[in-house]
């Protein structure tokens, strides 16, 4: 097994494995690379992966693809390869997440008797949904297609706002067409308007309630067969024709004169409907299906060409090049033709300088996918930063988990600052620097942010008075030591010695009697009795983790752990006893990681080793004279690259989805 560590720039370190690469474009001939081919968007698809399956180009708003009936967790990007319901194609969608949401504006081609009920799983009898056959389906970067029970093949590919769609109806029956405002993704929708403009043109909105606390989709859409009729409906309930406001709005259309196909653009905006057709007229002002699948391509070899493998091992290439296409598909772009967009607040700016961009999944990127960013696109970093530091303008702190219009609030840390830090300390100019510190230490000192208080009071956060205090608490004091380097650089000496201190909090979570972090009490005393191994989902002392894994979460000061531990020899010697651990994560452990290195049952050991991402990318940082990082480096070479091609087999594509290409970049400087 090849390994190669190469360090790019000061204080920053890249693994790859069976690879050489390149960050510049290969240069333009007629045999270029169709990188395209290597990448198989059903990986994920199955089992617990929540990939996205349809077409899109990269970082696009517009997520066009199908649709099943949602039925939990493992349908949070709407689609799960077990499934045999379609019941539309929707324009927005999730990939990769724990979380569900979006499924906006849902569309559903079909044949004869107009109809607008869903159907469940059971029974889809009188329902304008459909089975399907994945004999009948293909997909590829930029491209979906599906030949549906129903008679009727659907095809999908778009641009940044708009997506295409192509239906060909099989003869001798009505061409209808359902919009399906009420459903979404596990969200409820809770104002959706449709109206009919002219003999071609519809517009509407649909406004919903989920994940995201509230985000709103307008949209525009244009067929090229003339529109015989909009029959409307509340939910299921015929309220006439052509124009319809409510809750749960759904239109039939039924196209006018046999044309076996008929082709639909849909333009989407945050902002507005005359926005969503300014989008379609920028992006999507001809017909030709082709021609926009074709450029769809292009734009995915172009991002996909930043780096180029050298290997013979046909399933490496698919491997890795299927993850750069799921680390590609999100942050995603929130921002209509113009710039304009709709904010936390609901406001809608405009004359904005960047573009702007939204679905930061933050706790899972900013050890990743953000500073590899800073070398394969840094293109994109100063837009990216800037539009963190407009969410601090909509909300007063700099985003955690924003979805498109909303903040969830999910997960520990503020992790936007590492991700500033890294770019201001790599030299990327295109935002401002003194504004974005005063947002980093705005955030930091923010007492409405959970446990903030306790960290300004105590210098830690009690496990008796916040959930999941160890895991935000040991976020927090890596997040710290970002601000502490950026402080320094900028020549504020006092901030800096205040929050290098902030970034050593970890220590006093650190038990030398046991040599683990160990979860502390508001009287100071340690919890008892503890288990470093259990893990309790949501309510317990870590996040998606356990004592184990947060033990060796010091990103950012591994010399300081390695001294609390007692130096080289006790800390290899508790290295290594991490891949070999065994135990149990109790019956509340979270879903999301379904174990931890070494703390596996033999039957799902790959799976429950796979899932360990948040501990390997914390454990690849130490790389020390100690270590030599290799138990971290085996780990990683052996099985973050070894993801199952077989549809259905998923276990590994969270790591896909969370930690682009099984890389680690580290985004600390860690000289002081």
């Known amino acids: 097994m090849n390994f190669i560590h190469k360090p790019l720039m000061s204080g920053i370190a890249i693994c790859l494995t069976f690879f050489a690469y390149s960050c510049a474009t290969p240069e333009k001939t007629e045999n270029k690379t169709d990188f395209t081919a290597y990448v198989d968007p059903y990986i994920g698809s199955g089992e617990h992966g929540h990939v996205f399956v349809g077409a899109n180009v990269p970082f696009g708003a517009v997520q066009v693809g199908p649709q099943n009936i949602f039925k939990g967790w493992d349908w949070c990007s709407g689609y799960h390869y077990s499934d045999s319901i379609i019941i539309g194609f929707s324009h927005t969608h999730l990939s990769g997440t724990g979380c569900s949401?979006?499924?906006?504006?849902?569309?559903?081609?079909?044949?004869?008797?107009?109809?607008?009920?869903?159907?469940?799983q059971d029974n889809i009898e009188g329902a304008a949904s459909s089975y399907y056959k994945h004999a009948n389906e293909a997909v590829a970067p930029g491209y979906y297609s599906l030949l549906m029970d129903n008679g009727v093949k659907a095809e999908l590919t778009a641009t940044e706002r708009v997506a295409l769609h192509r239906y060909t109806y099989p003869s001798g029956s009505e061409h209808r067409l359902l919009i399906n405002l009420k459903e979404g993704i596990g969200?409820?929708?809770?104002?959706?308007?449709?109206?009919?403009?002219?003999?071609?043109?519809?517009?509407?909105?649909?406004?919903?309630?989920?994940?995201?606390?509230?985000?709103?989709?307008?949209f525009t859409l244009k067929c090229d067969q003339?529109?015989?009729?909009?029959?409307?409906?509340?939910?299921?309930?015929?309220?006439?024709?052509?124009?319809?406001?409510g809750e749960s709005v759904k239109g039939v259309i039924t196209f006018k004169g046999d044309s076996p196909t008929a082709l639909v653009k849909v333009a989407i905006s945050s902002v507005s409907c005359e926005n969503a057709l300014a989008n379609?007229?920028?992006?999507?002002?001809?017909?030709?299906?082709?021609?926009?699948?074709?450029?769809?391509?292009?734009?995915?070899?172009?991002?996909?060409?930043?780096?180029?493998?050298?290997?013979?091992?046909?399933?490496?290439?698919?491997?890795?090049?299927?993850?750069?296409?799921?680390?590609?598909?999100?942050?995603?772009?929130?921002?209509?033709?113009?710039?304009?967009?709709?904010?936390h607040d609901d406001k809608v700016y405009?004359?904005?300088?960047?573009?702007?961009?939204?679905?930061?999944?933050?706790?899972?990127?900013?050890?990743?996918?953000?500073?590899?960013?800073?070398?394969?696109?840094?293109?994109?970093?100063?837009?990216?930063?800037?539009?963190?530091?407009?969410?601090?303008?909509?909300?007063?702190?700099?985003?955690?988990?924003?979805l498109i219009g909303g903040e969830t609030d999910q997960m520990p840390g503020y992790s936007a600052v590492p991700i500033i830090a890294d770019a201001y300390l790599k030299g990327f100019t295109g935002f401002d620097a003194d504004r974005a510190y005063r947002y980093m230490v705005a955030s930091s000192v923010y007492e409405k942010q959970n446990g903030v208080p306790y960290v300004?009071?105590?210098?830690?956060?009690?496990c008796d008075k916040?959930?999941?205090?160890?895991?935000?608490?040991?976020?927090?004091?890596?997040?710290?030591?970002?601000?502490?380097?950026?402080?320094?650089?900028?020549?504020?000496?006092?901030?800096?010695?205040?929050?290098?201190?902030?970034?050593?909090?970890?220590?006093?979570?650190?038990?030398?009697?046991?040599?683990?972090?160990?979860?502390?009490?508001?009287?100071?005393?340690?919890?008892?009795p503890y288990d470093p191994i259990q893990s309790i989902h949501s309510v317990g002392d870590f996040c998606e983790g356990n004592g184990w894994h947060y033990t060796f979460f010091v990103p950012q000061h591994p010399e300081g752990l390695i001294e609390l531990m007692g130096g080289d020899a006790p800390f290899?010697?508790?290295?290594?006893?991490?891949?070999?651990?065994?135990?149990?994560?109790?019956?509340?452990?979270?879903?999301?990681?379904?174990?931890?290195?070494?703390?596996?049952?033999?039957?799902?050991?790959?799976?429950?080793?796979?899932?360990?991402?948040?501990a390997i990318m914390s454990l690849t940082f130490i790389h020390t004279p100690a270590s030599n990082g290799r138990q971290p480096r085996k780990f990683v070479t052996s099985k973050m690259c070894s993801i199952p091609t077989s549809r259905r087999a998923s276990s590994e594509t969270r790591i896909v989805a969370r930690c682009p290409l099984g890389i680690s970049c580290l985004p600390w400087d860690f000289t002081k």
């Open 350 to 402: 405009t004359n904005n300088t960047w573009k702007n961009y939204s679905t930061f999944s933050l706790w899972d990127t900013y050890r990743t996918l953000h500073p590899l960013f800073t070398i394969i696109k840094p293109q994109y970093v100063s837009d990216l930063v800037n539009s963190m530091l407009s969410i601090y303008d909509q909300q007063e702190k700099l985003p955690i988990w924003p």
């Open 101 to 120: 949401d979006l499924g906006d504006i849902l569309l559903m081609p079909y044949t004869g008797e107009v109809r607008t009920a869903r159907g469940e």
């Open 466 to 528: 916040v959930r999941e205090a160890t895991s935000i608490a040991m976020e927090y004091a890596a997040d710290d030591w970002g601000i502490a380097l950026m402080a320094k650089k900028m020549g504020k000496t006092e901030d800096y010695q205040n929050y290098l201190k902030r970034g050593k909090y970890y220590t006093q979570y650190f038990d030398k009697d046991i040599n683990f972090i160990r979860p502390k009490m508001n009287d100071g005393s340690w919890r008892t």
């Open 572 to 614: 290899i010697s508790k290295l290594d006893s991490l891949f070999l651990v065994e135990g149990e994560l109790g019956e509340n452990a979270s879903p999301d990681i379904s174990g931890l290195i070494g703390m596996r049952s033999e039957e799902r050991r790959v799976g429950k080793e796979c899932r360990s991402r948040r």
């Open 187 to 218: 969200d409820k929708a809770y104002d959706t308007y449709l109206k009919k403009i002219d003999e071609y043109t519809i517009e509407g909105y649909r406004f919903s309630k989920g994940w995201s606390p509230r985000h709103k989709v307008f």
């Open 226 to 245: 003339p529109i015989e009729s909009l029959a409307v409906f509340n939910d299921d309930e015929a309220a006439g024709n052509d124009e319809l406001t």
């Open 456 to 462: 300004l009071e105590k210098g830690y956060i009690p």
């Open 280 to 343: 379609l007229r920028a992006e999507l002002s001809h017909w030709d299906f082709d021609e926009v699948r074709n450029e769809a391509i292009d734009k995915w070899n172009d991002q996909l060409s930043c780096i180029s493998i050298d290997t013979k091992d046909e399933r490496a290439k698919k491997v890795f090049y299927t993850a750069m296409y799921h680390a590609f598909i999100a942050p995603t772009l929130y921002c209509d033709a113009n710039g304009d967009f709709r904010g």
